[in-house]
């Protein structure tokens, strides 16, 4: 499983660690972010048992995702979060949240999975389906790339800019 991001609480980056907990070695997890500071025990104990990668460019994060399984990003809440995109359009799917963009274009159990913003236990529910059927990853990927070749750069600047022209 692959997560880039803030290494923050605003990203579900506890829920994620405390979820994965339980499912020991049959779990990797990669990490790919900056800490938001040095002076966190628990953060770099929870790193420790975990594979971090400070910083990546972002050729160096498409080809990771290429390389990973599962993408999860549990933010608590989120503008955007391109990287939810970035991840579908390599054929990740996703896990993520009720409170990122995925649930404008994730069907869940489909090309991802959507689960309840801060549940642990959601998180959790989600990688066992995954662990109890493997099977279910490289369909949801296939559908993943798919709904994102649907979305290039030009849809996204188009809607940003309606949005932005409406206020």
Known sequence: MLF??????????????EAVKSFGANIELTLVGH?????????DDALARHHWIPSLS???????????????????????GL?????????????TTDRTAGADFIEHGKNGWLVEAGSTDALRAAIEELLQHPGKIEKAGREARETASKRPWEIYGKELA??????
């Open 4 to 17: 880039v991001g803030g290494l923050s609480q605003r990203k579900g980056i506890a829920n994620l660690f």
């Open 35 to 43: 800490k938001g500071s040095d002076n966190c025990p628990a953060l």
């Open 58 to 80: 972002n050729a160096d994060i498409l080809q990771l995702m290429r390389e990973q399984d599962v993408f999860i990003f549990p933010s608590l809440f989120e503008g955007f």
């Open 83 to 95: 990287v939810i995109t970035e991840a579908m359009s390599q054929g990740m799917p996703v896990i």
């Open 162 to 167: 309606e949005a932005i022209i409406k206020y």
